[in-house]
C-alpha cells in the first residue's frame, strides 16, 4: 500500500442521505476544520447518492455534491473513502464490494448485510488491501464493537449480554413503569417515533439478532451469522408477564445474549427477566446498554444512545477519522478475525433458566405432580411459590438452569396434564443467583 505525505484533500463519498446519511453530511460540513485536524488531511465531501434529487431534506448539501448514481460514485479512482448509510442487502452489498475494488476503504452502519454475509465483504477488503469499519452497526453511537476488536484483543472475553435495541427497550420500560399492555405500549412508541410504522424488525428481534451476530463474531473471532442466532420477540410478553417479573424484585428485557460455551458459541435474542439490581435493569426508554464479561478485565457496561441521526452519524464519523489516517499513514486496520472458528451450540443445547406460571386444580397431590414433571426431564426447581385458590390457583416455578430443550420438553409435559388448565406464561430468567 502506498503511503500517502501529499496531504491532499482526502475525498469522501456517501451513500445514502437519509436520517443518518444527512447527519453524516451536516457533520462533515460543520467539523471540517476539526476533521482535518484530527485525521492530518483537509476532508472533501465529493459525492451523495440519493434516490432522488428533488426529495426534501433538512440539511443544506453543497452544490454538485448530490447524485444519483451510486455505482459511478463509488467507481471514481479518486475517492478515498466511501461511507454506506443505505441499509438492506441490496444494492448495498454491490456498492460496497465495488468501492473496495476501485481502491475505496468503506464504512458501514449496515447491520443486516454484515450479519448476513459479512465474510465476503472483509474477504473483498482484505484483497483490496482497504478498510472495512463498522462501528455504527451496533448500538449507535456506544463505543462497544472497538473495544472488543481493539481494547480487549489480549484478553478473553467469555460472555456479552446486550440491549441493543431502542424500540423494545421502550416498550418493555413502559409496560412495567404504567402497567400497559404491548399493543398500548407499541402505540406510544409509534407516536412517538421510537417504533416503525411496521415495526416486525424490531418487535420480532431480527434487528437485535443481527446485532448479535456481530457481537458473537467479534467477542468470539468466530463467523456468527443472523441465521445462527436463536431468535424471540416481545409481542408475546403480556402486561402479566411483567408483573409478575416485578414480584420477583426483577424486569423483563429483550436482551442479546452472546456466550463461550467451551469450545462453542451461543447466541441467542429473547425476552428475559432479569433482578432490578442487576445493571441492564436500569437501562431506561429506548437507551441501549452492553454488558462485556472477559477473564482479566472482568465486567464492563457500555452505556448510551442506540439509535437516532445523530448518535449514529457520531459513530460513523468516529470510524472515518481513523480510515483516514491510516489512508495518510499507508496502513490498515484490524481486519476479520475469525482464526477460533468455533462451531454455534444450538439452543436446545445451552443451558437457561425458565419462569413458568401454571394454572392448576387447587387439591391434594398438585405440587408433587408438577415438580414430578419437572424431574422427568433432570430439570431442578430453584423456587416455586403459589397464588389464589380454589378455580384461581396458581403455580409459579423458576427453574434452575438446565439445557433449553429439555426444559422446553417439561412445559410441553405439563400443558398435557389433567392438573393443568393452562400454562400462561413462560420466560427465559437471566442474572441473579441460582
Known amino acids: 500500500m502506498n503511503e500517502r505525505s501529499d496531504k491532499r484533500a ?11 446519511g444527512s447527519q453524516v453530511v451536516r457533520l462533515l460540513s460543520e467539523q471540517r476544520d476539526d476533521l482535518a485536524a484530527r485525521v492530518g488531511a483537509p476532508v472533501e465531501l465529493v459525492g451523495v447518492a440519493v434516490r432522488r434529487l428533488d426529495a426534501p431534506r433538512d440539511i443544506e448539501v453543497p452544490d454538485g455534491v448530490l447524485t444519483t448514481d ?6 471514481r479512482d479518486d475517492v478515498d473513502v466511501v461511507v454506506e448509510v443505505i441499509g438492506g442487502i441490496e444494492p448495498a452489498r454491490s456498492l460496497i464490494l465495488s468501492a473496495l475494488e476501485h481502491g475505496a476503504s468503506v464504512v458501514t452502519a449496515n447491520k443486516a448485510l454484515l450479519a448476513e454475509d459479512g465474510p465476503t465483504l472483509f474477504e473483498a477488503a482484505a484483497k483490496a488491501e482497504r478498510d472495512l469499519y463498522y462501528e455504527a452497526a451496533v448500538a449507535g453511537a456506544i463505543p462497544i464493537l472497538r473495544p472488543l476488536r481493539e481494547s480487549l484483543a489480549g484478553d478473553k472475553v467469555t460472555r456479552v449480554l446486550g440491549i441493543v435495541n431502542g424500540t423494545t427497550n421502550f416498550i418493555l420500560d413502559k409496560m412495567d413503569t404504567s402497567g400497559a399492555g404491548f399493543s398500548e405500549a407499541l402505540e406510544e412508541a409509534q407516536e412517538l417515533g421510537y417504533a416503525e410504522a411496521d415495526p416486525t424488525a424490531d418487535v420480532e ?13 467479534l467477542a468470539f473471532h468466530s463467523r456468527v451469522t443472523a441465521s445462527d442466532v436463536y431468535r424471540e420477540g416481545i409481542s408475546e410478553v403480556t402486561a402479566a408477564d411483567v408483573a409478575s417479573a416485578r414480584d420477583m424484585g426483577s424486569v423483563v428485557k429483550l436482551l442479546a445474549i452472546c456466550e463461550l460455551r467451551g469450545e462453542h458459541v451461543a447466541a441467542r435474542v429473547h425476552p428475559a427477566m432479569i433482578p432490578r439490581s442487576h445493571p441492564l435493569a436500569s437501562v431506561r426508554g429506548a437507551y441501549n446498554a452492553v454488558f462485556v464479561e472477559s477473564e482479566a478485565a472482568g465486567q464492563l457496561m457500555f452505556y448510551g444512545p442506540g439509535a437516532g441521526g445523530a448518535p449514529t452519524a457520531s459513530a460513523v464519523l468516529g470510524d472515518l477519522v481513523t480510515v483516514a489516517r491510516n489512508r495518510l499513514a499507508g496502513t490498515r486496520g484490524a481486519g476479520e ?7 454455534v451450540q444450538p439452543m436446545g443445547e445451552t443451558r ?3 419462569h413458568v406460571a401454571i394454572d392448576v386444580d387447587d387439591r391434594a397431590g398438585v405440587l408433587a405432580a408438577v415438580a414430578n414433571a419437572f424431574a422427568d426431564h433432570d430439570v431442578s426447581i430453584q423456587t416455586v411459590r403459589q397464588e389464589g385458590r380454589g378455580a384461581d390457583a396458581q403455580l409459579v416455578v423458576v427453574s434452575h438452569a438446565a439445557p433449553d430443550a429439555a426444559l422446553s420438553a417439561t412445559v410441553d409435559q405439563l400443558r398435557n396434564m389433567d392438573i393443568v388448565r393452562e400454562v400462561t406464561s413462560v420466560m427465559r430468567v437471566e442474572g441473579g443467583d441460582e
Not at 70 to 75: D, F, P, T, W
Open 352 to 354: 437457561t433458566r425458565y
Open 337 to 343: 478475525s475469525a482464526y477460533a472458528d468455533r462451531a
Open 10 to 20: 482526502l475525498k469522501v463519498a456517501v451513500l445514502g442521505c437519509g436520517a443518518v
Open 70 to 75: 451510486a455505482a459511478g460514485l463509488v467507481a
Open 205 to 217: 428481534g431480527f434487528d437485535a439478532a443481527a446485532k448479535a451476530a456481530i457481537l458473537a463474531s
